[in-house]
């Protein structure tokens, strides 16, 4: 029984650090797909955003890991 216990701890420390990495891969991905999104909206939606077709394209072509932080919250 002991040995199980260790094993159980042990094992949900290693948890924590895959949750990141996850939840950190699952914000890149989101991001990467408002990227592409932003690409596809009209200049209207763009101007009520405030966002310029130019700076729209610009944004799309970022890289996924390149997102500001408060894009990944």
């Known amino acids: 029984m002991t040995a199980s216990i260790h094993h159980t701890a042990a094992h949900s420390h290693c948890q924590p650090q895959r949750l990141s990495l996850l ?10 797909h408002q990227r592409r999104k932003l690409r596809t909206l009209d200049d209207h939606l763009l101007e009520d955003i405030g966002v310029t077709r130019a700076q729209a394209l610009e944004e799309s072509r970022q890289i996924m890991w390149s997102a ?3 894009w990944l919250s």
Not at 23 to 32: G, P
């Open 68 to 70: 500001p932080k408060y």
């Open 23 to 32: 939840a950190s891969l699952h914000q890149f991905i989101a991001a990467a």
